[in-house]
């Protein structure tokens, strides 16, 4: 069942992340006042389940510049042995939606992300993720994520989740730094080269809902 995010209960620099410096500007005077009043504001719909939705591999970019941004990355990321697994629109929070899906055998799932119709344009640049599941949870956390984002994650995510931002890293030093990261806490869990690409993605999303629902940040149904 969908849920609702709840605009009040965020700080402001997630609010900011989120919508945007100058929309941040123009909902503040109300949220101000629902947090006095102790009242909601309902913002963008939070699924539970991922639904990824296949497009078809064509020349994407909102504009050249993104284009070839797009373009250079999934070269760089073939580079260093990813194997692409299709390209995917997204529904989330986020209004960066456009998703190119790859596997980094052993150990690593990856996506290079971006929007073709972005409100911000620098929230629409095209960045990677990686995301790698830990063998155990000794260290305190579930999986470590790495991005080349430029903006940081709004809401904040788990603090299951070790994460960590490298703004417009290139794969190759991006992946580097991930695995070293991933060796601080142990050993990662093997990705099956056959497995469902959603499935850690999926994982990390439940672990954000139960954070944001402890949070306040999710309406009830």
């Known amino acids: 069942m969908p849920r609702r995010l709840n605009l009040a209960a965020l700080t402001d620099d997630e609010l900011q992340r989120l919508v945007g410096p100058d929309r941040a500007v123009t909902l503040l005077p109300d949220l101000s006042l629902a947090r006095l009043e102790g009242r909601a504001v309902p913002g963008p719909t939070v699924t539970e389940t991922l639904t990824p939705q296949p497009l078809e591999d064509r020349a994407w970019g909102a504009t050249p510049e993104q284009a070839r941004a797009i373009g250079a990355l999934h070269q760089d990321l073939l580079g260093v042995g990813a194997a692409t697994r299709g390209t995917l629109y997204l529904p989330g929070i986020s209004e960066v939606r456009h998703v190119r899906a ?120």
């Not at 305190?140 to 809401?155: E, I, K, M, N, Q």
């Not at 794969?171 to 690409?197: E, F, I, N, T, Y």
Request: glycine fraction near 4%; include cysteine.
């Open 102 to 221: 790859y596997v980094l055998e052993p150990d690593v799932s990856a996506a290079l992300r971006w929007s073709e119709t972005p409100d911000d344009p620098a929230h629409g640049w095209p960045f990677v993720q990686l995301i790698s599941w830990l063998r155990d949870r000794a260290s305190g956390f579930a999986c470590v994520l790495t991005s080349s984002a430029r903006t940081p994650y709004a809401p904040a995510l788990s603090e299951e989740i070790d994460v960590h931002l490298h703004p417009d890293c290139p794969p190759p030093d991006l992946l580097s730094a991930h695995r070293a990261h991933v060796l601080r806490h142990g050993r990662a869990q093997k990705v099956q080269p056959d497995a469902d690409w959603v499935r850690p993605w999926q994982a990390m999303h439940a672990l954000n809902l139960t954070a944001w629902d402890r949070r306040g940040l999710l309406l009830p149904e």
